[in-house]
């Protein structure tokens, strides 16, 4: 693999991609005007005709209520498959059956299954625990109902993994208990993705493993839950954004630039699909939606700004 595609190879890869598939990652809002402006953004985004919408749940299985009803209200607004996030520290095994059936009662067939963080709540914290890793639920799950299931994968490791080679075996595992893909903690390094799907498939790994894109209009927030999840930080990104604060009008197109270029590379180094968090934001998401060649139907009737004023 080369160190980096060349600039043939990314505009040749990048003019294939308007079937490359592409999924939105929302969360649950908490607030009626944060319901609003997530019914707003989803409206917009669904113009995209994403494949799926993702819609997360809260460490310790907090926010459930919230994931399911977003989930349900999610794909009857807009006609499109969701997939439900579902931890399970903090969730006992009833509650486990319980929120699955009621997902797939109401027609969510796809799962995104996750161990999840400890729950911060002493009293959670010292339930016992359902599934102490995420293949135990994923192996509940299947035998359950015929779910869709999605499994997180990190190509700088998880955080209490020994060595990536362990992480990328706990992966095996997780895709040989029913799932059927991954989707990646974001990375700021698309070499490192390419690096990290060389390993998986010298594993013997075959199933799709899909890199997550963050935005990067608000490169401040970024970075610092880069450095804090132990994402490495690439130096041009740095350097890219150094002046920012003294053209602060300027971030919304030097973020998306930086994301668009970002995607490329993630392209040219085989991602399958596109998953992009979108903070419950829609203007950079939607935009590198058209830019890779989603019809983005409906984009004619969205605000646009006013003309500036004569004189």
Known sequence: MTDQPTHALLKDLFEDTPNLPLGFEIFPPRTPAARAALRDTVMHLAAAAPDHFSVTMGAGGTIRTGTHETSVEVMRATGTPVIAHLTALGLSRAE???????????GIHGILALRGDAP??????????????????????????????????????????????????????????????????????????????DLCAARGITAPIVPGVMPLDDWSRVRKFAVRTGATVPPWLDRF???????????????????????RRLVAYGAPALHVYTLNRWAVPLALARAIGRPCDGLADLPRPAPPQAG
């Open 96 to 106: 486990i059956d319980e929120t699955a059936d009621a997902f797939w009662a109401e």
């Open 120 to 197: 911060q709540d002493p009293a959670a914290a010292a339930r016992p625990v359902s599934y102490p890793h995420a293949t135990g639920l994923v192996a509940a799950l299947r035998a359950r109902h015929d779910f869709h299931i999605t499994v997180a994968a990190y190509p700088e490791k998880h955080p209490e993994a020994g060595t990536l080679e362990e992480d990328v075996d706990h992966l095996k595992e997780k895709l040989d208990a029913g799932a059927s893909a991954a989707i990646c903690q974001f990375v700021l390094n698309p070499e490192v993705y390419g690096r990290f799907l």
């Open 241 to 263: 954004f150094a002046h920012m604060d003294a053209a602060p009008e300027l971030a919304p197109l030097l973020g998306t630039a930086a994301t668009l270029e970002h995607l």
